[in-house]
């Protein structure tokens, strides 16, 4: 639920993404990443926490410049 996974990420079978966790671009993942989780890596190893992803309504707000 809510993970975020970057481009051309690859997973091997039964790898378990937790929730909330954010994955790297190009990473390659072999083992299972824990919930909140900043991974990237090939083999992607976790670095740490992963941000807040912020809602829709703040993305359409810095896309049209009215972020406060």
Known sequence: RGARIGANVTLLPEVV???GAL?????????????GALA?????KVHGRAP???T???AL??????AG
């Open 61 to 66: 707000a810095h896309a049209l410049g009215m």
């Open 23 to 35: 994955i790297g671009a190009g990473s390659v993942v072999t083992k299972d990443v824990p919930d």
């Open 40 to 44: 990237y890596g090939s083999p992607a």
């Open 52 to 54: 807040a992803s912020p």
């Open 17 to 19: 993404i937790g929730e």
């Open 56 to 58: 829709w309504t703040d």
